[in-house]
Nanobody, 124 residues
Framework: QVQPVESGGGLVQAGGSLTLSCEVS????????MGWHRQAPGKERELVAG???????NYADFVKGRFTISRDNSLNTVYLHMKDLKPEDTAEYYC??????????????????WGQGTQVTVSS
């Protein structure tokens, strides 16, 4: 079973920086798309940044110029480098991945998985 696992969240002052990591484990054949979403209390989950199936990085307007997404394909890991953090960036950050993995009989199957989330709190 494919499982993304996030790390790197925490408490930071406004203007500070954090880097989130997400490692996707499992019998992975390939990962087509990976990205980060966030959900603040009382709000819907929203896309922050992600890599499309053609490897293009996309960003929400509210993080352009402040957040950078990167990936290490050899480690099945995606990172979110956040700088100039604002109190409104406070949220639970979730990693999502989509691709193909191996069944026990080695057939391929598609997957789409979410991590459990990591909390980012930005104090003013």
């Amino acid at each position: 079973q494919v499982q993304p696992v996030e790390s790197g969240g925490g408490l930071v002052q406004a203007g500070g920086s954090l880097t989130l990591s997400c490692e996707v484990s499992g019998s992975i054949f390939n990962i087509n798309a990976m990205g980060w979403h966030r959900q603040a209390p009382g709000k819907e989950r929203e896309l922050v940044a992600g890599f499309s199936s053609i490897g293009r990085a996309n960003y929400a307007d509210f993080v352009k110029g402040r957040f950078t997404i990167s990936r290490d394909n050899s480690l099945n890991t995606v990172y979110l480098h956040m700088k100039d953090l604002k109190p409104e960036d406070t949220a639970e950050y979730y990693c999502a991945a989509r691709g193909w993995d191996y069944c026990s009989d080695l057939r391929l199957r598609s997957f789409g998985s979410w991590g459990q989330g990591t909390q980012v709190t930005v104090s003013s």
